[in-house]
Structures are given as structure tokens and as C-alpha cells.
T-cell receptor, first 115, second 109 residues
Framework: EAGVTQFPSHSVIEKGQTVTLRCDPI?????LYWYRRVMGKEIKFLLH????????ESGMPNNRFLAERTGGTYSTLKVQPAELEDSGVYFC?????????????FGPGTRLLVL | AQRVTQPEKLLSVFKGAPVELKCNYS??????LFWYVQYSRQRLQLLLR??SRESIKGFTADLNKGETSFHLKKPFAQEEDSAMYYC???????????FGAGTQVVVTP
């Protein structure tokens, strides 16, 4: 079974440009999460989809970030316009269960560098 | 406020020596605690969770509610244990994880 996949693996853009990150969860997983690790800091939660609905978007830093999950399958995270402080590693995770048995499976991450 | 603290950024141990990674948390209710591990060039993966009370790859972790700690221990470190270890907390029964800053473990022969 394929794991969580993310595209691209790396992205280098200039300040002010737009970048779109994609996450394909494990097939059948209703829960999809976005996290990010900014340089030198801890991994922080961004938002949580259940199918196509945003369950929790309390971690989204500002309105330059837009996440979508059309059809409840893959998800995209768009940063527009990108700022220097957006550089970091963006992780996606998915899970099938709810409750105490939930296990989140992580993708390899997308390394974003904003110059 | 909800917080996970891993005081050690780097832990260097010799092969065969015991290793203990510290994790302290603050949360007003009864959280669920996890240890995640990221080996070199691999993705983040779950190592163990407190609710399972199991030993994985020789590692154990006990939730101490009095001290609000969830330290990870292994009696005899192996070279393949070299990795980045993250302690994480989940406040609700499911949903977002809150991570500590991580501890890099280096096991030298």
C-alpha cells in the first residue's frame, strides 16, 4: 500500500511568488492534516480536514495560506504571496480512525525555501 | 496553555549504554502522549503511544501524570537508534498533534 505522498519534494521561490503544495493521503483515509516545521522550531499544526470539510484550521498562520481538499481525496496548500518566514518543511499526514486508536501517517514533507 | 517540552536538542550516547529522552507537558485535561521518530532520509513515524503501554524496538515510555512527564527510555542503545525523536501530545480523543522541538540522538560505536 502506498503511503502518504507529497509533491513537490523541494521548492525554491522568490518572495511574493505563489507556491502550491500537494498531498495525496493513503487511500480511504478521511482525515488529512497539514503541519509545518519552520527552521529551528517545532513541528506545528496547520489544519485538519475530515473528507472535504475543514475540521480545524486554528493553526493557519494568516490569510496568505489557503488549503483545499476537493472531493475529499488529495489536498493542496497554496501560499500566496510567499514571505521569507514561510520557509520550512511542510508535512502532510492522514489517518483512518477516529478516537483513541487514531494513528497519523506522515508524508515525506515538502521543503520550501523562499528567497 | 498546552505545551510539550523536550529539553535536550542533542543526546550523544555510546552503543550499549542506556538512553533516556525527556519530555514534559502541560495540559489541563488528560492528554494522549506519543513518541514519533524520524530516521535519516525517512518520514516521521509513530514509535509508541502511552495508551498502548507497549515496548517498541526496546523503547518504553511511562506517563507520569504527577510529574507531567513522558520520558522515553531504552536500556541498551544501538547504532540504528540514531534519529530525531519527537514527543507529541493530543488533547482531544483524536485530531491535531502538538509536538516538542525534538531531540537528536546519536549513538556512537
Amino acid at each position: 500500500e502506498a503511503g502518504v505522498t507529497q509533491f513537490p519534494s523541494h521548492s525554491v521561490i522568490e518572495k511574493g511568488q505563489t507556491v502550491t503544495l500537494r498531498c495525496d493521503p493513503i487511500s480511504g483515509h478521511d482525515n488529512l492534516y497539514w503541519y509545518r516545521r519552520v527552521m529551528g522550531k517545532e513541528i506545528k499544526f496547520l489544519l485538519h480536514f475530515v473528507k472535504e470539510s475543514k475540521q480545524d484550521e486554528s493553526g493557519m498562520p494568516n490569510n496568505r495560506f489557503l488549503a483545499e481538499r476537493t472531493g475529499g481525496t488529495y489536498s493542496t496548500l497554496k501560499v500566496q504571496p510567499a514571505e521569507l518566514e514561510d520557509s520550512g518543511v511542510y508535512f502532510c499526514a492522514s489517518s483512518q480512525q477516529r478516537g483513541f486508536q487514531e494513528t497519523q501517517y506522515f508524508g515525506p514533507g515538502t521543503r520550501l525555501l523562499v528567497l | 496553555a498546552q505545551r510539550v517540552t523536550q529539553p535536550e536538542k542533542l543526546l550523544s550516547v555510546f552503543k550499549g549504554a542506556p538512553v533516556e529522552l525527556k519530555c514534559n507537558y502541560s495540559y489541563s485535561g488528560s492528554p494522549e502522549l506519543f513518541w514519533y521518530v524520524q530516521y535519516s532520509r525517512q518520514r516521521l513515524q509513530l514509535l509508541l503511544r502511552h495508551i498502548s503501554r507497549e515496548s517498541i524496538k526496546g523503547f518504553t515510555a511511562d506517563l507520569n501524570k504527577g510529574e507531567t512527564s513522558f520520558h522515553l527510555k531504552k536500556p541498551f542503545a544501538q547504532e540504528e537508534d540514531s534519529a530525531m525523536y519527537y514527543c507529541a501530545l493530543r488533547g482531544d480523543s483524536w485530531g491535531k498533534l502538538q509536538f516538542g522541538a525534538g531531540t537528536q540522538v546519536v549513538v556512537t560505536p
